[in-house]
């Protein structure tokens, strides 16, 4: 059983920063491809930032190129987004997401295990 456990999020004023942590666990499971979405109330669920199993490649949404990072630890199973110079219109739930192979894609359909969000407010 893959299991994606988040941990960080909570409530933040414009301009601060926050980390969000995604600890993957599961036997066998070797994690590939990484990525973090986003979803604001009312809204689809968006691409932020993914990252391949290397740590090589990495892609982000225009948004949030320049103020946010993500990286991995491999032999923790980890991965990390650093949300700096944060905005209101940062506001959602965030997920983290898996795929048993090494790429990483936009479409969070191709992604094959998820994390079980965390809220991130961001106050102006």
């Not at 301009?15 to 499971?29: I, K, N, V």
């Amino acid at each position: 059983q893959v299991q994606l456990v988040q941990s960080g999020g909570g409530l933040v004023q414009a301009g601060g920063s926050l980390r969000l942590s995604c600890a993957a666990s599961g036997r066998t499971f070797v994690p590939g491809g990484m990525g973090w979405f986003r979803q604001a109330p009312g809204k689809e669920r968006d691409f932020v930032a993914a990252i391949s199993r290397s740590g090589g490649t990495t892609n982000y949404a225009e948004s949030v190129k320049g103020r946010f990072t993500i990286s991995r630890d491999n032999a923790e199973n980890t991965v990390y987004l650093q949300m700096n110079s944060l905005k209101p219109e940062d506001t959602a739930v965030y997920y983290c997401a898996g795929r048993r192979m090494p790429d990483i894609f936009r479409n969070g359909l191709l992604y094959d295990y998820w994390g079980q969000g965390t809220q991130v407010t961001v106050s102006s």
